[in-house]
């Protein structure tokens, strides 16, 4: 065996599995070289996710980016000669119009992005897989794309690692497990084994159910919890003896039931004969704490796996044989029979990017072997230049505030999301119940006194609407509020929402944005800082106290987030971004200047100790002009658009930006009903709680004064 080198330029940790051993590929076929790969297992892994996944790929998602990823591993293993198109099926029961709708929304969703997806008959369903009971099912979405990696992931993942090794620009070391992640000055420097040190410069972590340990010895914490999921074989089958394929038929969803049917191809092949049923446990999901899981020498059949028990799945086991009845015909082989372990996120999503706390330290982490090579594409992309090809909002760690990377948070948000995987429909804006009111506003108690309708946003509890309205609003605007007439398109939304647009449009009403993200950037470097991140120009001539509406876009020119940059002094600005968003901007905003070498600047993040309100529509200044000490500051001479100021509300001192998406002072109805005319008041949370809580005539001054209750 080769001897662990004193150094490299690029260290992967989890080299044996589909991830790994994928990023490797890629970041040579990038031109990257001197990499090491290490693996605690076997090459390719005999123990991780990878050496027990059902390898199937479907291209069912209402995720662009998603179906991007699962396109180019498609490809990618099918030019390898890795994939058997074999169709897949999601099917809905016949007492589930929910789940009928929802395959119908995923045709839609498939077309949009490129996929061959469409709607089939029971009677075609039978046909294209004669297991199934058609009179349970009322219809079924067919993917003619969908197929099986074969002979395995966990083949293809060696073949890449030989393949790499080949080329001289990848050694991969296996039963050689990382201990640490040495980190010096917030940037990696080595990495640490039972063998010896390396030094490198870059770090890539793709350990899958492991990584939030490794993750941890570099204070930079991977929000992923290992997740149980049940697999059962049955068998022997003897129709598929004589086919002489991987896989004889279609790939078969029963997510109405949380569960997967697919055979495992001629006896003859590589784990053929079976028919394998997976299952989801959607009511009490089992999570593994990644320090629980068992050594290789401690578990009967893999640290990823312990015993199952047919008791653990039988309500669904009895189930899955009304729809498809082989699997009661068959004999249960318990010696081949497990709970495997995949990852499983607070959101769902895959964890990619660059650490938030650590330079040069890089995650592929919570990814299917459907997207494997795609994800390894994308990374090296990122890597590479900057940026992938597609925008990656959606996968970027750093989409993370730190309070979401909390053990409490993680465990809890990774339940939940734990019961979705294969259940019914789940709704784009369906809330979470645990990690709540963890963010909350100076005005909050105020809220959920006018019935607030609360959601969350980045941790933050947000009003979409309040009950106190309706009785009034509602009536005065129910001819012209949008009727929802698909209880799809109403759940999770409230029509006072919109009754409190239209009055605001009319006449004034205020809004809660304290999710909104603020920083304060300044020092000798801030303009400069700036002016790069910035399409528009927010330096040079820019006078104090003038906002700017820009974008920062990322190395390839695409839009990366948009935001309002507010110039306070010569190197003095405040930057507002989006609630979802100011974290991605946070981490982009210290990348940039630590790749420039901008060190001179102050970055304060002000989130949570600014509190904002938004004030709008056509009566906005007169009613602000009420309680200010002087209303002419309000002129639109003294106050013009896009600038800031300090002003004085009734002896309570707040910061105002009087920005609107318009901007004209009034006119036409069509900028009057876009709020043309606002202010929105930015102040310290102490000073909100003075006028948002205490029963002060201030406060109901105010309300009177606008007219409407929120």
Known sequence: MAQLPKRAKVVIIGQGGIVGSSVAHHLIEQGWDDIVGLEKSAIPSDIGSTSHASDFCFTTSHDKLNIYTTKYSQAFYEK????????????????DDERMDELRRKVGSGKAFGTNVSMISPKQAKELFPLLNEDCIQGAMWDPDAGLVVPRSQSVAGDLVEEAVATGKLQAFAYTPAIRIDVQDGQVRGVETHKGYIETEYVVLSMGIWGPLMANTANSPLPLMPLEHPLLFFGPYEELA?????IVYPLFRDQGNSAYVRDTGDPTTTEGGRIEWGYYEAEDPRLVYPGAISEPREARMSPSMRDLTLDQVMDAYEKAIEMTPILGELGWEEKHSFNGLLSVTPDGGSLMGESPEVRNLWFCEAVWVKDGPGAGK?????????????????????????????PDYVYNRCYETAKKIYTPAVHPREPYMTG?????????LREVELGAYFMEAAGWER?????????????????RIPVREHEWDARHFWEVSNAEQLEMSESVGMINLSHFAIFDISGDDAETLLEYLSVAKVGGTISHG??????????????????????????????????????????????????????????????????????????ARETLAQFVTNPDELSAENFPFATARELNIQGVPVWAFRISYVGEQAGSSISRSAMACESGICCTKLVLRRLALKPTPTRAVWRRACGCRT
Not at 80 to 90: I, S
Not at 384 to 403: F, K, V
Not at 436 to 444: D, G, K, Q, V, W
Request: glycine letters at 12%; aromatic letters at 8%.
């Open 463 to 479: 009003a979409h609407g309040y009950a106190a309205n309706e009785s009034t609003l509602l009536a005065k605007y129910r001819d």
């Open 546 to 619: 003038k906002g700017v509406y820009t974008h920062f876009l990322d190395a390839r020119g695409g839009i990366r987030s948009d935001l309002t940059i507010i110039r306070r002094g010569d190197n003095d600005y405040r930057v507002v971004c989006g609630g979802d968003t100011g974290h991605r901007d946070h981490c982009w905003i210290k990348r940039i200047a630590r790749e420039k070498g901008l060190n001179n600047i102050r970055l304060q993040d002000r989130t949570d100790e600014l509190a904002t309100l938004g004030l709008w529509g056509p009566k």
């Open 80 to 95: 390898r000669g890795n994939y058997v198109k074999c169709g897949g099926m999601e099917v809905a029961r016949a007492d």
């Open 436 to 444: 709540r009111r963890m963010r909350t506003s100076p005005f909050y």
């Open 378 to 406: 994308i990374l090296a992309d990122w890597m590479t230049h900057g940026s992938p090809e597609m925008d990656p909002h959606s996968i970027d760690i750093a989409r993370h505030y730190p309070l979401q990377k909390t």
């Open 242 to 246: 004589g086919t002489g394929k991987q």
